[in-house]
């Protein structure tokens, strides 16, 4: 078997070329009191990347913005047409030519947490599902095993990391392959270590980060995402 890549999933996944980020998602959603469930109790804060504002709860927002582009080919287009995936893809073309079978996208979903308990509200679960559509629409040709493992415990605890991927998921399957790619650029420091634990002793394993510069203002948010 070829490549297997492993993601581990943040904030900062999907981002947008757009000037004004705060249009683009009022125009997939498109509905006035829908939006204002979404917005969080802080101040907008944009940067140069364009990823979704801290304004919006992150959780609920990819809900929203899956929800439409499921229902309405239009505004998957409109979306499709910005989306960005600075972290993910420069990994798949790296490795496009060594033939890729499988993306697994690790996010998470932390139902133990309630609905508006801030960092259930961090949680990715969703973008991947967003993700993946949009990585099996541009990338069909290649027909990639898509796989997203959703995490449901305590992803700020390495223990619970740990022991959740190994039980959920590599007890049942086995990742026979030439090479193994973990792009941890996103995700919690524990996932990211987890998986270096769990893969510690395997060979043909390799770990990609991408590096990218940031605002002053947007420094301590970083470190929180």
């Given at each position: 078997?070829?490549?297997?890549?492993?993601?581990?999933?943040?904030n900062r996944d999907i981002q947008f070329d757009v000037d004004d980020i705060e249009e683009l998602i009022k125009e997939i959603i498109s509905n006035e009191e829908e939006l204002k469930n979404l917005l969080a109790e802080k101040k907008p804060k944009f940067n140069k990347?364009?990823?979704?504002?801290?304004?919006?709860?992150?959780?609920?927002?990819?809900?929203?913005?899956?929800?439409?582009i499921k229902k309405d080919d239009k505004k998957y287009e409109k979306l499709k047409k910005h989306l960005k995936m600075p972290m993910i893809e420069p990994v798949i073309e790296k490795y496009e030519k060594e033939k890729i079978d499988k993306?697994?996208?690790?996010?998470?979903?932390?139902?133990?947490?309630?609905?508006d308990d801030?960092?259930?509200?961090?949680?990715?679960?969703?973008?991947?599902?967003?993700?993946k559509k949009y990585l099996e629409d541009k990338y069909k040709d290649r027909k990639f095993n898509i796989e997203i493992w959703e995490l449901n415990n305590d992803i700020s605890e390495i223990r619970e990391v740990f022991k959740e991927i190994k039980d959920?998921?590599?007890s049942k399957r086995n990742l026979n392959y030439e090479k193994i790619v973990f792009e941890v650029s996103g995700g919690t420091p524990q996932m990211r270590e987890a998986?270096?634990?769990?893969?510690?002793?395997k060979k043909n394993v390799m770990f990609y980060e991408v590096k990218?510069?940031?605002?002053d203002k947007d420094k301590e948010d970083d470190k929180k995402l």
């Amino acid at each position: 078997m070829g490549v297997c890549i492993i993601c581990t999933l943040g904030n900062r996944d999907i981002q947008f070329d757009v000037d004004d980020i705060e249009e683009l998602i009022k125009e997939i959603i498109s509905n006035e009191e829908e939006l204002k469930n979404l917005l969080a109790e802080k101040k907008p804060k944009f940067n140069k990347y364009k990823i979704i504002p801290q304004k919006y709860k992150f959780y609920e927002t990819t809900r929203k913005i899956l929800e439409k582009i499921k229902k309405d080919d239009k505004k998957y287009e409109k979306l499709k047409k910005h989306l960005k995936m600075p972290m993910i893809e420069p990994v798949i073309e790296k490795y496009e030519k060594e033939k890729i079978d499988k993306i697994i996208l690790i996010a998470s979903n932390q139902k133990h947490l309630s609905e508006d308990d801030e960092n259930r509200q961090k949680d990715t679960i969703y973008e991947a599902e967003i993700i993946k559509k949009y990585l099996e629409d541009k990338y069909k040709d290649r027909k990639f095993n898509i796989e997203i493992w959703e995490l449901n415990n305590d992803i700020s605890e390495i223990r619970e990391v740990f022991k959740e991927i190994k039980d959920k998921y590599l007890s049942k399957r086995n990742l026979n392959y030439e090479k193994i790619v973990f792009e941890v650029s996103g995700g919690t420091p524990q996932m990211r270590e987890a998986l270096r634990l769990l893969f510690l002793l395997k060979k043909n394993v390799m770990f990609y980060e991408v590096k990218y510069e940031v605002n002053d203002k947007d420094k301590e948010d970083d470190k929180k995402l």
